[in-house]
């Protein structure tokens, strides 16, 4: 019986889903297999390796117009330990690398203060948007 569960995201720049893996001490593994319960494997093109018992599917996604989905056996809450709920953490770090990507190639200054709260402040100076 299969426990993965795909929540909708869009994943559309793989360096910077490496970027954010880095900053959580996670491991980006390209094709590879994801962990599930009780053994249960599944190939994909990109694996976050979590240190726990599962581990995230990074899967092509048609939905989001070649971009990738996250898969992930979301049973007994390992993964949420690791990344947060509904990939939220994961997906924070992530939003803020693709924007600090996107900022510099355009030729602005990034600024990130992480908030009390665990909230991220970034600011974006210089050039023109």
């Known amino acids: 019986m299969s426990h993965f569960t795909t929540i909708k995201t869009q994943i559309r720049d793989i360096p910077s889903l490496v970027d954010a893996c880095v900053e959580l001490d996670l491991r980006l593994v390209p094709d590879s297999y994801c962990r599930g319960y009780a053994g249960v494997s599944r190939a994909a093109p990109y694996v ?16 989001n117009d070649g971009g990738y ?6 049973w007994d809450g390992h993964v949420a330990r690791e990344v947060g709920a509904g990939y939220g953490r994961l997906l924070q770090s992530y939003g803020v690398h693709r924007t600090i990507r996107a900022a510099t190639q355009r030729g602005l200054r990034t600024t990130r203060k992480v908030e009390a709260d665990g909230s991220i402040l970034l600011t974006l100076e210089g050039g023109s948007l």
């Open 48 to 63: 976050i390796k979590l240190k726990g018992p599962y581990d995230i599917a990074v899967d092509h996604s048609a939905e």
């Open 69 to 74: 989905g996250l898969t992930a056996d979301w």
